[in-house]
């Protein structure tokens, strides 16, 4: 079985240019969450979705951050215009194979560096 | 709002010894509790998933335990072997499915 797949894998960039990052989630599997990641902290939840709705973007900071997931698979994450506070890892993760199962597996992210 | 706390946030121990790791948590309404491993430049990977009504869950050398009344659980690992050196999560999860993480722990075993 495919894992979480993610692309790029590194991506470096000035402030105030955009940047998106791509998600392909483990086939099957209905819930698709984004994170970011800084150094030296946990992972913290950017955006939630269960097919192709949004269940929880309450963290998601919406004046420069967007993600959608087109058709329930795929999913894109996009920040316009970038800070340098954005630099972190980025992390894809899905769940949802059979009731009741909300493990999550997760992508090997996409390290940001925002100069 | 949950809270998840790691302590300590960084250990180093010889190879053979028996460890604990410890992950707290604010908010005793969980649906489980999973233990994470990252190891550098990497994603996560899932180690154990403590479902609420259950008190503990094996895998290999690893024992995850959950005492959801007193917001606490521990990750015990029997007879560490240097390739147990990782960053060590636990994630708390609402039966939505949402997931709030700690900081994680940093563990180095020495040879």
């Known amino acids: 079985e495919a894992g979480v797949a993610q692309s790029p894998r590194y991506k470096i960039i000035e402030k105030r240019q955009s940047v998106a990052f791509w998600c392909n989630p483990i086939?099957?599997?209905?819930?698709l969450y984004w994170y970011q990641q800084i150094l030296g902290q946990g992972p913290k939840l950017l955006i939630q979705f269960q097919n192709n709705g949004v269940v929880d973007d309450s963290q998601l900071p919406k004046d420069r951050f967007s993600a959608e997931r087109l058709k329930g698979v795929d999913s894109t994450l996009k920040i316009q215009p970038a800070k340098l506070e954005d630099s972190a890892v980025y992390l894809c993760?899905?769940?949802?194979?059979?009731?009741?199962?909300?493990?999550?597996?997760f992508g090997a992210g996409t390290r940001l560096s925002v100069l | 709002k949950q809270e998840v706390t790691q302590i300590p946030a960084a250990l180093s121990v010889p190879e053979g010894e028996n460890l604990v790791l410890n992950c707290s948590f604010t908010?005793?309404?969980?649906?489980?509790l999973q233990w994470f491993r990252q190891d550098p430049g990497k994603g996560l990977t899932s180690l154990l998933l403590?479902?609420?009504?259950?008190r503990e869950q094996t895998s290999g050398r690893l024992n995850a335990s959950l005492d959801k009344s007193s917001g606490r659980s521990t990750l015990y690992i029997a007879a560490s072997q240097p390739g147990d050196s990782a960053t060590y999560l636990c994630?708390?999860?609402?039966?939505?499915?949402?997931?709030?993480f700690g900081d994680g722990t940093t563990l180095t075993v020495k040879p």
């Open positions: 086939s099957g599997h209905a819930t």
């Open positions: 994630a708390v999860n609402t039966n939505a499915g949402k997931s709030t």
């Open positions: 908010d005793s309404a969980i649906y489980n």
């Open positions: 993760a899905s769940s949802g194979r059979g009731p009741g199962s909300n493990i999550q597996y």
């Open positions: 403590i479902q609420s009504s259950q």
